[in-house]
């Protein structure tokens, strides 16, 4: 049985998703604030992303986790982490935040998370983050945690999507 990791920093646990997940994802991806990730969809659509989010971890041996507060790890405020499904040019560091984790600087905090754990613990040399052109908020991330432009590809369902190059793992040590 695979052992989802538990990541921690001073305000956030990233944690394994769960079913107790399902309310919240339904509800963000519901909505329109969803639309650069696929949404809004229907509840059967949000049960199958849910499904599929535990299911990466099963299939690749990693995957994304559930961003929470310290202290308040049942309430989930978006999902962050390491992802590759079979359609994606490679792995990326992936991250959507809900309403209500939004504002706080928590995905920067949780991609820092997430990006320390595909260097050291998967290993990568590189990491991209795919980011919709009009997707300021996603954007503003990119740039904050040290990325560069390299490029686009066109994906199916989403359209042209800009490849953001993370720095790599010694340029975030050094």
Known sequence: MLIIPTLLSERLTLRAPNLGDFEAIAAFRASER????GGPSTEGESWQYLAALIGHWHLRGYGRWIVAETGNEE???????????????????????????????????AALLARDYAYQTLEWQTAASFVHAENAASLALARKLGCHL?????????????????????????
């Open 150 to 174: 390299d490029g686009t590809f066109e994906h199916g369902r989403f359209g042209t999507m800009q490849i953001w190059r993370h720095p790599s793992p010694a340029e975030v040590s050094a």
């Open 34 to 37: 969803s639309h650069f990730v």
């Open 75 to 109: 309430e989930a405020l978006g999902i962050v982490g390491p992802l590759c499904p079979v359609d994606w040019p490679e792995p990326e560091i992936a991250w959507t935040m809900f309403e209500k984790g939004e504002g706080k600087g928590y995905a920067y905090e």
